[in-house]
Structure formats: C-alpha cells, structure tokens
C-alpha cells in the first residue's frame, strides 16, 4: 500500500532490481541484469531509464515508487501479480496513469491481476472486463463478473456498496436506491456471526435462513 514502504531506503533503484534479477536466474551477470533493468524501467514509463538508476527512494516521488515497485515485480517474469491497495496512498491526479500502465502490463504482457481495493471506482475502472469478489469481514459474500456484479448485485452487502459510491450528478444521486442498514456496528473478526457475516445489518435478514447458511 505503501510505496515508500515496500523500498528498502538504503538501496538504490539499480540495487533494487539487479537484486531479484541476478537471484532469479533472469540475468548472467550484473550487465545484462543492468541492461534488462533498464529496459523494466521503460516498460513503467520511469524515462529516461538510466537517470533513476542511481537515486534512492526518496528522491522519488509517491507514484514513482509505486512504479518501481510494479517493475521489481515485472524482473522475475510473472504471470500473476497482487496488487493490494496500488493506487490508494497516491494522488488521484496520479492514479489513472498507474492504473492504464498495470492495464497495459496485463493486456501486453498477458499477467493476470489480482487487485484488492475497497475503492468500487477503481474496480470498476480496472477489472470491467474481468470479475469481482466482494468481501465483507474477510468471507466472500458475492462473486462474478464485473459488469453483472455492478449492475445488478445480489448481496445487500454489495447493493448497500454501490449506494454508499458517491455521486456527482444530482439528479442520477436523487435515484439512486439507499440501502439503510439495521445497525452500524461492525461484528468482532475475533467472533464472526454465524451464517452470511452480514446478516446482523443486513435489513433483509431472514431469521433461520441468513444467521444459519453462508452465501
């Protein structure tokens, strides 16, 4: 989540992704692993390449890191990539590029994503050709595709999701559904309640069928 984070900040961009490259097998020596460094650099649009190669994390910015964080992963050739939370500690002004780079990487590169969020907008944006799974208190409560997950949802927990997404214009606001839930208080992770884990809120609880059965 956090870019700066997940950098060492005693290593260099160049000590950053030699590192795995050299580990993994994916370069003879440390030129070629210099050489393939570089060429990572570019396919995350961090150019030119070679002036990153000697700065430290904190001469970069937050969406720079993130980007040098997407390219150490890119070294070990993946095809399938976790990224949790990529876009949430960097600027909005920033994050579409972030986000149509990764959609670039998996269309160019053929790398499957999973992307956690709690950011629909984001999902939406990033995964409408692919599915979604909705969680709520760490149990998937709905799954599907994601044009079907957002425009007709089964779960009260995945309506009541897109009726708290903020709306800019008014009149789509005025009819959008609210959904009101029955309390606000979130169960304890410590001690789940039984059945769908949403059902203490959920205002169409089915007593003998939502506190028993789990979606």
Same mark, same amino acid.
């Given at each position: 989540?956090?870019?700066?984070?997940?950098?060492?900040?005693?290593?260099?961009?160049?000590?950053?992704?030699?590192?795995?490259?050299?580990?993994?097998? !994916?370069?003879?020596?440390?030129?070629?692993? &210099?050489?393939?460094?570089?060429?990572?650099? &570019?396919?995350?649009?961090?150019?030119?390449?070679?002036?990153?190669?000697?700065?430290?994390?904190?001469?970069?910015?937050?969406?720079?890191?993130?980007?040098?964080?997407?390219?150490?992963?890119?070294?070990?050739?993946?095809?399938?990539?976790?990224?949790?939370?990529?876009?949430?500690? $960097?600027?909005?002004?920033?994050?579409?590029?972030?986000?149509?780079?990764?959609?670039?990487?998996?269309? &160019?590169?053929?790398?499957?994503?999973?992307?956690?969020?709690?950011?629909?907008?984001?999902? !939406?944006?990033?995964?409408?050709?692919?599915?979604?799974? $909705?969680?709520?208190?760490?149990?998937?409560?709905?799954?599907?595709?994601?044009?079907?997950? +957002?425009?007709?949802?089964?779960?009260?927990?995945?309506?009541?999701?897109?009726?708290?997404?903020?709306?800019?214009?008014?009149? +789509?606001?005025?009819? !959008?559904?609210? +959904?009101?839930?029955?309390?606000?208080?979130?169960?304890?992770?410590?001690?789940?309640?039984?059945? #769908?884990?949403?059902?203490?809120? #959920?205002?169409?609880?089915?007593?003998?069928? #939502?506190?028993?059965?789990?979606?």
């Amino acid at each position: 989540q956090d870019p700066y984070a997940s950098l060492n900040p005693t290593q260099t961009i160049r000590q950053v992704l030699i590192a795995p490259l050299l580990h993994h097998g !994916k370069a003879k020596d440390r030129a070629q692993a &210099e050489r393939r460094a570089l060429e990572i650099l &570019e396919i995350v649009d961090l150019t030119p390449a070679r002036e990153f190669l000697d700065k430290y994390p904190h001469q970069l910015s937050g969406g720079q890191r993130q980007r040098v964080s997407v390219a150490r992963s890119l070294t070990v050739e993946p095809k399938f990539i976790v990224a949790d939370e990529a876009v949430s500690m $960097v600027d909005v002004s920033i994050r579409v590029s972030l986000l149509n780079m990764l959609a670039r990487l998996k269309s &160019e590169f053929d790398v499957t994503f999973l992307f956690i969020t709690h950011d629909l907008a984001l999902a !939406k944006y990033f995964a409408w050709e692919g599915r979604i799974v $909705v969680m709520y208190l760490g149990r998937i409560v709905e799954e599907g595709p994601t044009k079907r997950i +957002i425009t007709d949802p089964r779960h009260p927990y995945t309506q009541a999701l897109l009726a708290a997404v903020p709306e800019a214009d008014p009149e +789509i606001a005025k009819r !959008k559904r609210h +959904i009101e839930l029955r309390s606000a208080e979130i169960p304890s992770l410590l001690n789940l309640p039984p059945g #769908c884990t949403f059902h203490p809120r #959920c205002p169409y609880a089915v007593p003998g069928e #939502c506190d028993v059965h789990v979606p």
